[in-house]
């Protein structure tokens, strides 16, 4: 069915299978009884769940913990952090503030995006390999075809995050999937064939690590919602502490206008 | 449906086609004709002031929102809202992101909507009495209940960071003030140097961007949220802009760090 008969059939309803709340009473999430049955649950395996339907071990969730601690940067110079800290100095809300910075995260160059891009870049890759590709033949008509992420790096190609990560993975078992291995196997093709600026980046570990979880693209790309989330906050909170305005005040002169001369509105000719 | 799942409004209102519940026929704006009557005649600030009021304003009004409109569609790309849309831009964010972060940033009580909402109701409050406009900007907020806004750290409408009146304020304020001819704009004009003595502080463009709405008959809300949607062009071209320029030609502002570990001395 479909069209405006379809649509009727959904007016003044919610069906879901995900949960409900009944305000005075009880709250169910995926299934579970909240209260009863998940209120101990830490609250990353709880997010876990809420996105995938699916528990996972306790060293997954603590692999998937320092995903997001190791890359929480309070700087407020990069682009994310700088709208939380403006927000801030400008005496925004902290929750207006935070809330963008996350919105700025889903970037193409960084955060959101790359790690969406990199884990089906993986994925691809694992079944063009399982159906008997070389992986270096599926790495150079993806270079023909379009950008690979989670390899090279705005400002300093190298990862200092990665030696972390890797050594987290290891702790927990977790260092043999066969896309952790691969990512390792891509950057020293990419290297081999003369790229020395496409060293592995934080988006291509993390995505390599998640796609061996079994996460979809769309779900690691969700689990990556608050990654940066925890540098954030101290950004605001010291930008609110500045005097108003006194964050990357810029004077005039700062412009550098690259635009046509000056004219006049009046005279304009149409 | 049930009566208590209906969507209550005074602003609008559509008739379904004949063959589909949820295709519209005819939509009315406060009564008004959208696609059939408006779409080509009302002018963009009319529609505007509809939404927000229930009576269509009038020419004179029209021409003062258009000219407020022109004023604050772009706060420039030193100001911090557009900062953070540029922010978006060079990153590659989506245009939702980088718009965001400009209704974010520029949302506060520092040249922000919330900026405008505390002058229009200190508008209210004052009106054009310079008496009370000296106890308002002199009173002690200090007891002020806990909100999510951070306290009010200057009069409202006025730059905290100025020394004189800027050229690009005074001629806003003139302009609006000759084409609305209405109460605050033509008072602002007449006792702004007594005003401005008595807070201490230069006027900014939001105190007329306040002015202006107050005069218009919006409340602080309605002005508050217009001022969002009202500055947000601005915002949009330069992070289309910056998006072009990309990353490296953005300022990465050099660091003093003054709490570094490396460099810490253990007594």
């Not at chain 1, 996972?56 to 110079?77: E, M, N």
């Not at chain 1, 990862?159 to 890797?166: C, F, I, Q, T, V």
């Not at chain 1, 950004?235 to 002169?253: D, H, I, Q, R, Y």
């Not at chain 2, 009564?31 to 304003?57: I, K, N, T």
Request: aromatic share 10%; glycine share 10%; charged share 20%.
């Amino acid at each position: 069915m479909k069209g405006p008969k379809f649509l009727a059939e959904q007016v003044g309803i919610l069906r879901t299978k995900v949960g409900a709340c009944w305000p005075g009473t009880r709250a169910v999430f995926r299934g579970h009884d909240l209260h009863q049955d998940l209120r101990n649950a830490d609250w990353l395996e709880l997010y876990l769940f809420g996105i995938t339907g699916r528990r996972f071990t306790p060293q997954q969730v603590k692999l998937l913990h320092g995903i997001w601690v190791i890359t929480s940067y309070p700087d407020a110079r990069i682009w994310n952090n700088r709208v939380a800290a403006l927000a801030g100095n400008s005496r925004s809300s902290p929750v207006l503030g935070v809330a963008a910075a996350l919105a700025i995260s889903e970037a193409r160059i960084y955060g959101g995006g790359p790690g969406l891009r990199s884990i089906d870049f993986f994925q691809r890759a694992g079944q063009a390999v399982a159906a008997g590709q070389e992986l270096r033949d599926f790495i150079t008509q993806e270079l023909k075809s379009c950008y690979i992420y989670g390899y090279g790096r705005p400002i300093n190609s190298r990862d200092e995050r990665l030696h972390w990560l890797a050594e987290l993975a290891k702790e927990q078992g977790l260092d043999q999937g066969r896309y952790f291995n691969m990512a390792f196997e891509v950057e020293k093709i990419l290297l081999g064939m003369g790229k020395p600026n496409l060293l592995m980046n934080y988006a291509g570990m993390i995505s390599a690590l998640g796609a061996d979880l079994g996460l979809t693209p769309r779900e690691f790309h969700i689990f990556l919602l608050p990654m940066f989330l925890a540098g954030m906050p101290p950004c605001w909170v010291e930008a609110a502490e500045k005097p108003e305005g006194a964050l990357f005040p810029t004077p005039c002169n700062d412009i550098a206008y690259e635009g046509e001369a000056t004219r006049s509105w009046r005279g304009r000719v149409f | 449906m049930s009566a208590k799942n209906l969507i209550h409004t005074r602003i609008w209102r559509e008739e379904p086609e004949p063959d589909n519940p949820f295709a519209t026929s005819a939509a009315y704006c406060r009564g008004y004709d959208v696609f059939g009557e408006m779409v080509g005649q009302a002018r963009w600030v009319e529609m505007l002031y509809l939404l927000f009021r229930s009576e269509a304003l009038t020419v004179a009004q029209a021409d003062l929102l258009e000219a407020l409109a022109v004023a604050v569609a772009n706060p420039g790309p030193r100001d911090a809202s557009v900062h953070a849309a540029m922010c978006g831009g060079v990153g590659g964010s989506s245009a939702a992101a980088s718009l965001i972060a400009a209704l974010s940033v520029g949302a506060g009580r520092f040249r922000g909507a919330r900026e405008i909402f505390d002058a229009m109701t200190a508008w209210d409050y004052c009106g054009t009495d310079m008496d009370a406009w000296d106890a308002y900007c002199h009173r002690d907020t200090q007891g002020d209940k806990v909100d999510t806004w951070p306290k009010r750290e200057h009069a409202p409408g006025f730059d905290p960071h100025g020394i004189s009146t800027a050229t690009s304020v005074l001629q806003m304020l003139g302009t609006l003030a000759r084409i609305g001819a209405s109460p605050r704009l033509s008072w602002l004009v007449l006792q702004r140097r007594q005003l401005e003595k008595i807070v201490g502080l230069p006027l900014d463009i939001c105190g007329v961007a306040a002015a202006t709405f107050s005069d218009l008959g919006f409340n602080p809300n309605q002005g508050e949220m217009l001022y969002l949607l009202l500055r947000l062009p601005g915002a949009a071209a330069h992070a289309l802009e910056q998006e072009d320029y990309g990353y490296k030609r953005f300022p990465f502002y050099p660091v003093e760090l003054e709490d570094d570990p490396n460099i810490k001395v253990t007594p």
